[in-house]
């Protein structure tokens, strides 16, 4: 059974920075593209982050150069750290696995989500 865990939410000012983490269980390494996602209240949810099988990582314009996914350093572990966050960031973040083939991804398992918050 495959099972992803967050990690690290809460809140943090405008400018700041947070690193929030996801744990996958079940998952053959490196056997799914890694990403992350967000829903803000009212509004759909939002592809973020992906990291690729072979290492390859996109974001979208929303959120690149601020935004930085990577792995950890224990299998099947990977981190999205937020870098001068505005209260537009403020959402539910979800880690999630797709299998690579759709762009944007279109996961087939995810995460239970985490709250990040950016207060003015």
């Known amino acids: 059974q495959v099972q992803l865990v967050e990690a690290g939410g809460g809140s943090v000012q405008a400018g700041g920075s947070l690193r929030i983490s996801c744990v996958a269980t079940?998952?053959?390494?490196?056997?799914?593209?890694m990403d992350w996602f967000r829903q803000a209240p009212g509004k759909e949810r939002e592809w973020v982050a992906q990291l690729g099988v072979d290492g390859t990582i996109e974001y979208p314009d929303s959120v690149k150069d601020r935004f930085t996914i990577s792995e950890g350093s224990v299998k099947n572990t990977w981190y999205l750290q937020m870098n001068n966050l505005t209260v537009g960031d403020t959402a539910m973040y979800y880690c999630?696995?797709?299998?690579?083939?759709?762009?944007?991804?279109?996961?087939?398992?995810w995460g239970q989500g985490i709250q990040v918050t950016v207060s003015s």
């Open positions: 079940g998952l053959t390494y490196r056997s799914y593209c």
């Open positions: 999630a696995a797709d299998d690579c083939h759709q762009y944007p991804p279109v996961p087939r398992f």
